[in-house]
């Protein structure tokens, strides 16, 4: 099992261009999740899907747009890239809602 | 709403010696709790979790939590710390009415 795969590994993005995040999982959990992490303020939510079909907002959505695309995939979309946006992003999954998250290796992305 | 506060954000100790790592979270109903780790340039990975029942939690690596609800805290501690526990870790909290809550994170560093 590869558990959750994540792509690309590292990106360099200009101020305005615009890319998607891919996230996929296989151990057939229902929920997935997408969080940024900076320095000092741990894991910060951007979306979530409850379930196949189903997208929700998390703490920080600005500037970010998800589709779940099936049960195994969830993608997150910066539409038009900003400074403010350069961190490190991570796709989780769980069997539901409050259970254990497994997460992917990380996005590393840098906006100039 | 909830928060999840990791009172240190760096924690030294010479190897074989005895860690706790504090975490404390605001919360008015009840909770389940986690603790994560993430090695350098990797994703999170469970350590351990509180759901219910015995308020000692013993997880992977030697490490263990006790939930403390009237102190709402829920501290991970190890009695021998190895080199390759060096690390940051990350304190988490979830109830029904909202999602996971991650702390700031404490960076563990183990020292010869």
């Known amino acids: 099992n590869a558990g959750v795969t994540q792509t690309p590994k590292f990106q360099v993005l200009k101020t305005g261009q615009s890319m998607t995040l891919q996230c996929a999982q296989d151990?057939?959990?229902?929920?997935m999740y997408w969080y940024r992490q900076d320095p000092g303020m741990g894991l910060r939510l951007i979306y979530y899907?409850?379930?196949?079909?189903?997208?929700d907002k998390g703490e920080v959505p600005n500037g970010y747009n998800v589709s779940r695309l099936n049960k195994r995939e969830f993608s997150l979309r910066l539409e038009s890239a900003a400074p403010s946006q350069t961190s490190v992003y991570f796709c989780?999954?769980?069997?539901?809602?409050?259970?254990?998250?497994?997460f992917g290796p990380g996005t590393r992305l840098l906006v100039l | 709403a909830q928060s999840v506060t990791q009172l240190d954000s760096q924690v030294p100790v010479f190897e074989e010696a005895p860690v706790e790592l504090r975490c404390n979270y605001s919360s008015s109903v009840s909770v389940y709790l986690f603790w994560y780790v993430q090695y350098p340039n990797q994703g999170l990975q469970l350590l351990l979790k509180?759901?219910?029942?015995?308020?000692l939690v013993k997880g992977i690596n030697g490490f263990e939590a006790e939930f403390n609800k009237s102190q709402t805290s829920f501290h991970l501690r190890k009695p021998s710390v190895h080199i390759s526990d060096t690390a940051e870790y990350f304190c988490a909290v979830y109830n029904a009415g909202n999602m996971l809550t991650f702390g700031g994170g404490t960076r563990l560093m183990v020292k010869p």
């Open positions: 899907s409850a379930s196949e079909g189903t997208t």
């Open positions: 509180y759901l219910s029942g015995s308020t």
């Open positions: 989780a999954s769980s069997e539901g809602l409050g259970g254990t998250q497994y």
């Open positions: 151990m057939n959990h229902n929920s």
